[in-house]
């Protein structure tokens, strides 16, 4: 059995981290964009595609094609959307917006899990895409090419981003090569290089949110924001995994251990902090100063990851928990119990 590599679980929680505290800033702040990070902003730059390209790294084409659609699929909907669907479902019943049972109710309850998890159902799509590619195209260049281009003209990608978050999947695969090569420490330094570069340049306004790939509507300033979105995510998020992969040793185990509660993390973080904000705002309790929300954002931030990590282990304890809230399924083989986590 392959020994369960660490840098990448660490690049994870370090992400999770990230987009954690991120939006912590804007429940205090009260804000859709702060002044996180001393005023850049920048941790939306690299944190989605940090991790979509840790979920890139571990694709191996030619297992997939020897993988069964259908298993592969209800393994990614137990693994993603079921926890998405519970959390969501939870955020409904306390708001009370359960809809009746009906047509267009259920419709509009699925608009708003796409919505609320938006990143969740990008990644589920993502790897479906990547699956039937590697099935139609023997040919790896041809399979990323293709799927890529297929996603970028796809008028139905922008749902949920998708067509922000694909082409950082494949990065991810082919990163991992890089950092196998000889050239893998001239490329970081070009990484640091344009990344630092690039700095200066990024606002809010280059962000998927505020300016989304529309390919029925496209215009010249979009590609050029689509393509610096891209590169100034990439450059970040692959110092990043560099670094964490050469210090991995160095870093407490326990790190590697929550960075495979990511999910629990991203699903029960945005829940707490969506009625946190109804909170702070009815009692006019928000901030947007400089430093103290940097700092107040980041206690919020490790009270909660900490809270959900020990939420996530009880969780575990049962079966049916493990699945419905956590995504996580257990097989029996041979008398011992294997659950199956994705990296």
């Known amino acids: 059995m392959n020994q369960r590599l660490i840098y990448p679980d660490i690049c994870k929680f370090i992400a999770i981290f990230i987009v954690t505290w991120s939006h912590c800033a804007q429940c205090i702040a009260n804000k859709t964009y702060t002044n996180l990070w001393g005023g850049t902003e920048l941790d939306i730059a690299f944190n989605m595609p940090l991790f979509m390209i840790i979920s890139g790294w571990f694709i191996n084409l030619d297992k997939y094609r020897d993988t069964g659609i259908i298993q592969f699929i209800v393994s990614k909907f137990k693994r993603l959307i079921i926890p998405s669907l519970t959390w969501f479902s939870i955020y409904a019943i306390l708001n009370g ?20 998890y938006w990143y969740i159902n990008a990644l589920f799509v993502c790897l479906c895409v990547i699956l039937f590619s590697a099935k139609l195209f023997k040919d790896n260049v041809l399979c990323i090419l293709i799927s890529t281009i297929g996603i970028l003209i796809c008028p139905l990608s922008e749902i949920a981003n998708i067509n922000f978050m694909f082409p950082f999947i494949w990065t991810g695969y082919l990163l991992r090569k890089i950092t196998e090569s000889n050239y893998s420490n001239l490329f970081v330094i070009v990484c640091i290089i344009v990344g630092v570069c690039l700095i200066p340049f990024w606002n809010e306004k280059h962000s998927v949110y505020e300016c989304p790939f529309q390919p029925l509507q496209l215009t010249i300033p979009m590609c050029a924001t689509f393509m610096f979105r891209f590169i100034i995510g990439f450059c970040f998020a692959s110092v ?5 992969k050469l210090i991995e040793k160095s870093i407490p185990k326990k790190i590697s251990e929550w960075g495979k509660d990511t999910l629990g993390i991203y699903t029960v973080s945005i829940l707490i902090l969506s009625f946190l904000s109804k909170i702070l705002s009815k009692a006019k309790l928000n901030t947007n100063e400089l430093i103290i929300i940097d700092l107040l954002s980041f206690i919020l931030c490790s ?12 969780c575990r304890k049962q079966k049916w928990s493990q699945l419905v809230f956590l995504g996580e399924y257990s097989i029996n083989n041979t008398k011992k119990q294997v659950t199956t986590v994705e990296h």
């Open 240 to 244: 990043i995994i560099f670094f964490i």
């Open 303 to 314: 009270f909660i990851v900490t809270m959900i990590v020990y939420l996530c282990q009880l």
């Open 97 to 116: 917006i359960i809809p009746e049972i009906k047509l267009s109710n259920c419709l509009w309850y699925i608009r708003g899990m796409l919505n609320y």
